[in-house]
């Protein structure tokens, strides 16, 4: 055999080789997001199958998430493939959890012969409601057509329930380590509140936006949009958006949770209610009301009864809060509770910007706690509140036993560093306008308001995915 014919024959033994190799590649599916992915197969024959979406009903019952198909290991994981329904109270119950993909879509049917729609994690349950900036978990009414952004509006309220997280933490009702949390029969034993572990974990809420809720079952007895009972430090709450509540947006019951970027819009009672003894803080707090409606933007209560040892002590830093207009009013500290307010922005209130209860009941009341015992402290705010030119316009004392400070010098002595009275908003922020949009995002002045870091409302929240930002 010559050179060239051997040569030539161990050429075509290659090809020969390298076809074999390549004819025997297995084939399948080859995509690990399908159900019959084979990681095996090498070339795709595009014979993949994919779950397909389901409509997903949730009712009550006494076992809770037990009741469900799927439900396992004490879990039951909703996915973002599916809608899922709340009919009723859907509660997690003690030793149970409720793992919720980003994505996912829940929506709640109407409150109906008394009893709302609402999912309520019970002490000793935990939700991992984990959302993204890109793919946040929307709570919201059966009759919301996501697909159309203009089907439902600020004025859409009731439509639902909400969602109410318990825990185990210490609250401030009448010297009692727990109470049942309000819009719920008082002899349901899950809706009870309240303990003696201030760190308790309730688990993960974040990037999760709530629409068109509120239920008032009777008169006091509501469920707001979304309700916190005695919920402790283990927990994460951050980035929540509330939209159109028809009672409040945020109440919170005791507890030592922390709560962090967090939007209120158009709630028509109050923005952000505390009650109970919560020792917490709330920053980046953004608040909007509707200009023909709303309460307070921060309604700020102490303990029942006042003189309760365990009473509300807490921090709002960097809030922005846009008040109702003319029929609006600020905050309100009272029933024995102290909170802080600091590097923050506060305009459109007509009226009053910070009232403080005053009984004359030493080291009861909350006057006395902030201005005789010094709790508490308002540094670097600016308020823009009516035609208000200065402290003394939008500081109120109730005082029920007599007229001892007229000017409010006591309180205006407490406004310790950088607080400003500002007459209009320009230079501030630019109001919604519902041909411009709504633009909170200017940081001037500086160090004040929710928006320091950026507008952490873009893409994921009802205000951005709605179309209320300003372009």
Same mark, same amino acid.
């Given at each position: 055999?010559?050179?060239?014919?051997?040569?030539?024959?161990?050429?075509?033994?290659?090809?020969?080789?390298?076809?074999?190799?390549?004819?025997?590649? =297995?084939?399948?599916?080859?995509?690990?997001?399908?159900?019959?992915?084979?990681?095996?197969?090498?070339?795709?024959?595009?014979?993949?199958?994919?779950?397909?979406?389901?409509?997903?009903?949730?009712?009550?019952?006494?076992?809770?998430?037990?009741?469900?198909?799927?439900?396992?290991?004490?879990?039951?994981?909703?996915?973002?493939?599916?809608?899922?329904?709340?009919?009723?109270?859907?509660?997690?119950?003690?030793? +149970?959890?409720?793992?919720?993909?980003?994505?996912?879509?829940?929506?709640? #049917?109407?409150?109906?012969?008394?009893?709302?729609?609402?999912?309520?994690?019970?002490?000793?349950?935990?939700?991992?409601?984990?959302?993204?900036?890109?793919?946040?978990?929307?709570?919201?009414?059966?009759?919301?057509?996501?697909?159309?952004?203009?089907?439902?509006?600020?004025?859409?309220?009731?439509?639902?329930?909400?969602?109410?997280?318990?825990? =185990?933490?210490?609250?401030?009702?009448?010297?009692?380590?727990?109470?049942?949390?309000?819009?719920?029969?008082?002899?349901?034993?899950?809706?009870?509140?309240?303990?003696?572990?201030?760190?308790?974990?309730?688990?993960?809420?974040?990037?999760?936006?709530?629409?068109?809720?509120?239920?008032?079952? !009777?008169?006091?007895?509501?469920?707001?949009?979304?309700?916190?009972?005695?919920?402790?430090?283990?927990?994460?709450?951050?980035?929540?958006?509330?939209?159109?509540?028809?009672?409040?947006?945020?109440?919170?019951?005791?507890?030592?949770?922390?709560?962090?970027?967090? *939007?209120?819009?158009?709630?028509?009672?109050?923005?952000?209610?505390?009650?109970?003894?919560?020792?917490?803080?709330?920053?980046?707090?953004?608040?909007? +009301?509707?200009?023909?409606?709303?309460?307070?933007?921060?309604?700020?209560?102490?303990?029942?009864?006042?003189?309760?040892?365990?009473?509300?002590?807490?921090?709002?830093?960097?809030?922005?809060?846009?008040?109702?207009?003319?029929?609006?009013?600020?905050?309100?500290?009272?029933?024995?509770?102290?909170?802080?307010?600091?590097?923050?922005?506060?305009?459109?209130?007509?009226?009053?910007?910070?009232?403080?209860?005053?009984?004359?009941?030493?080291?009861?009341?909350?006057?006395?706690?902030?201005?005789?015992?010094?709790?508490?402290?308002?540094?670097?705010?600016?308020?823009?509140?009516?035609?208000?030119?200065?402290?003394?316009?939008?500081?109120?004392?109730?005082?029920?036993?007599?007229? *001892?400070?007229?000017?409010?010098?006591?309180?205006?002595? #407490?406004?310790?560093?950088?607080?400003?009275?500002?007459?209009?908003?320009?230079?501030?922020?630019?109001?919604?306008?519902?041909?411009?949009?709504?633009?909170?995002?200017?940081?001037?002045?500086?160090?004040?308001?929710?928006?320091?870091?950026?507008?952490?409302?873009?893409?994921? !929240? !009802?205000?951005?995915?709605?179309?209320?930002?300003?372009?």
């Amino acid at each position: 055999m010559t050179k060239n014919t051997k040569l030539a024959s161990m050429i075509l033994l290659a090809v020969f080789a390298i076809g074999g190799t390549t004819s025997c590649k =297995k084939k399948g599916c080859t995509d690990p997001a399908a159900l019959n992915y084979d990681e095996e197969a090498k070339k795709d024959d595009e014979s993949c199958e994919y779950p397909q979406s389901e409509t997903l009903t949730l009712t009550s019952a006494s076992d809770g998430l037990a009741s469900l198909s799927g439900f396992a290991n004490g879990t039951y994981k909703m996915e973002a493939l599916n809608t899922y329904i709340l009919d009723g109270l859907v509660f997690v119950n003690d030793g +149970q959890t409720l793992e919720i993909e980003a994505g996912t879509v829940i929506k709640a #049917k109407p409150t109906t012969g008394g009893v709302a729609s609402a999912l309520v994690v019970a002490r000793g349950g935990k939700i991992m409601a984990e959302g993204t900036s890109t793919a946040p978990i929307i709570f919201t009414s059966e009759s919301d057509d996501l697909n159309d952004p203009s089907d439902l509006g600020p004025a859409d309220v009731g439509l639902w329930g909400g969602v109410i997280i318990l825990g =185990k933490a210490e609250i401030g009702v009448e010297g009692a380590t727990e109470a049942g949390i309000e819009g719920i029969d008082e002899n349901e034993s899950r809706a009870k509140f309240g303990g003696l572990s201030n760190s308790d974990n309730s688990g993960v809420f974040k990037y999760v936006s709530i629409r068109h809720t509120g239920a008032e079952l !009777s008169p006091g007895n509501e469920i707001q949009a979304l309700s916190i009972g005695g919920v402790g430090s283990g927990t994460q709450l951050s980035y929540i958006d509330v939209f159109a509540s028809s009672d409040d947006g945020i109440e919170i019951f005791g507890g030592t949770v922390d709560l962090d970027h967090v *939007s209120i819009a158009w709630a028509e009672d109050d923005g952000l209610d505390l009650d109970n003894g919560w020792k917490g803080t709330c920053s980046d707090l953004f608040i909007i +009301q509707r200009e023909d409606d709303g309460d307070l933007l921060g309604e700020w209560d102490g303990a029942q009864p006042d003189a309760n040892l365990i009473y509300t002590q807490a921090v709002v830093n960097r809030a922005t809060m846009i008040g109702a207009g003319e029929s609006g009013k600020a905050i309100l500290i009272r029933d024995g509770g102290v909170v802080s307010l600091n590097n923050s922005i506060i305009i459109r209130p007509n009226g009053k910007g910070l009232e403080v209860e005053n009984k004359g009941e030493t080291g009861i009341d909350s006057y006395e706690k902030i201005i005789t015992d010094g709790q508490g402290t308002f540094n670097n705010n600016t308020w823009a509140i009516g035609g208000a030119t200065d402290l003394a316009s939008i500081l109120f004392a109730t005082d029920d036993v007599n007229n *001892s400070d007229p000017t409010n010098s006591a309180l205006i002595s #407490k406004m310790t560093a950088g607080n400003s009275v500002q007459t209009g908003t320009a230079g501030i922020i630019v109001n919604y306008d519902q041909n411009e949009g709504l633009d909170p995002f200017n940081p001037t002045p500086s160090g004040q308001g929710a928006f320091q870091d950026g507008n952490w409302l873009e893409t994921w !929240s !009802s205000l951005s995915s709605l179309g209320f930002l300003k372009e």
